[in-house]
């Protein structure tokens, strides 16, 4: 629990210092530097890419640019096609105006259902690709004491690197996943500015440039893991947002429970000690792999780090729209700008069950009668 809260201290201070333009140069300085990492040993790349034709390079990111474009299409599509259709399920508070909730709330039904297929999509095509692998279960749903197992599959895992065997299709997937990294980091400048703006903007940069270092490292099996952590724990949170955005929140519970149980063991669990530690730190302290082989991988694990930090601060949050909805009885939507769903009520808001109850309390009384007649006269 401390560390959750130091998580979110930090995360609250790294929003506040990428106010300013310092912060903002800071931040993309330390990006540019981890990719920079990569094309500054272009050379060592091309004797790799000579030496193994299967190695990643550079033709294959022509996969992410239509895979951003397309995805950019498909969603706009989606809330074209989609909103007609979905407007009459969405939940309207008393206050406001009606018109503007059905439509912010409606757009929002979209992009969740929107991000919920996507992330499905994802985690079922990287099922695909990783199950037949030796290394991809005990990694990641191995016990806790299966430490042999666990030892085996990380050598299995980075046996004859940076040359490993090819995983079919495994290039391509990543490129795509580049892609929509791509997208959401130009939905995110280009649409309406929310409260979480500077944390999103954050995420989907460090997760491009940890795809990019992952790929022309050959560490494409750690990218995968990350991937396949973050799309299968990102399905259950896309359903909450769909079920708080519309009439039928009492099916909020059973989401909300699936969602905390998928993040605590596959963000917080399997993300810092499957990922982090067996997979990247374990090869280096152990000399499975050498450090002039990896010159990248410090780089990862800063960035995997930094995504580490953020898993907790965003937990928090989880915990803290529980907290509101159980003292309220009005459903939360994390890190949104919705002021009847957000925790982040503005001053003078309260949550739709206690403002209307103050509105009972403090309803204008009619004037007496002999007032009333006095001002007549």
């Known amino acids: 629990m401390k560390a959750i809260l130091g998580s979110e201290v930090a995360v609250r201070g790294l929003k506040y210092l990428f106010r300013f333009p310092v912060g903002l140069c800071g931040l993309w300085a330390a990006l540019l530097y981890f990719a920079c990492t990569v094309l500054l040993r272009a050379n ?13 390079s550079l033709p294959y990111l022509k996969y992410s640019l239509c895979s951003f474009v397309g995805f950019t299409l498909a969603k706009m599509l989606m809330l074209t096609t989609l909103s007609p259709l979905v407007e009459s399920f969405v939940r309207v508070s008393a206050e406001g105006d009606v018109a503007t909730q059905i439509k912010e709330r409606t757009r929002k039904l979209v992009v969740s259902l929107w991000t919920f297929c996507v992330h499905s999509s ?22 806790p004491t299966a430490h042999t197992q666990r030892v085996e599959a990380v050598a299995a895992m980075w046996t004859n690197y940076p040359y490993l065997s090819h995983v079919p299709m495994l290039h391509v997937f990543l490129m795509i996943q580049l892609g929509y990294y791509l997208h959401s980091l130009f939905a995110t400048l280009v649409e309406a500015r929310r409260s ?23 560490t494409t099996r750690v990218g995968a893991l990350v991937l396949v952590v973050h799309d299968s724990s990102d399905i ?35 993300f810092p000690t499957r990922i982090i530690w067996d997979s990247l730190m374990r090869p280096l302290l152990y000399k499975s792999v050498q450090w002039t082989e990896a010159y990248a991988w410090l780089g990862q694990i800063c960035l995997l780090s930094l995504l580490l930090v953020m898993h907790c601060y965003w937990f928090s949050q989880l915990m803290k729209a529980a907290k509101v909805y159980v003292s309220t009885g009005d459903p939360v939507d994390v890190n949104e700008d919705d002021k009847t769903f957000s925790f982040k009520q503005p001053k003078g808001v309260q949550p739709t069950k206690l403002a209307s109850a103050g509105a009972q309390q403090q309803a204008p009384t009619a004037p007496p009668a002999e007032e009333k007649t006095k001002k007549e006269a």
Not at 44 to 56: C, G, N, S, T, W
């Open 122 to 143: 994802f985690f079922a095509w990287s099922l695909v690709l990783l199950l037949p692998q030796p290394w991809f279960v005990p990694l990641l749903f191995s016990l």
């Open 44 to 56: 060592v790349v091309k004797e790799r890419i000579l030496a193994d034709p299967q190695y990643p």
């Open 196 to 218: 979480n703006f500077y944390e999103m903007m954050l995420h989907h940069a460090a997760g491009a440039i940890l795809i990019f270092l992952c790929f022309f490292q050959n």
């Open 236 to 270: 259950p949170l896309s359903l909450l947002r769909c079920v708080v955005t519309t009439k039928y929140s009492k099916l909020m519970t059973v989401t909300y429970i699936a969602t905390v149980i998928s993040w605590m063991y596959l963000r917080l669990y399997v």
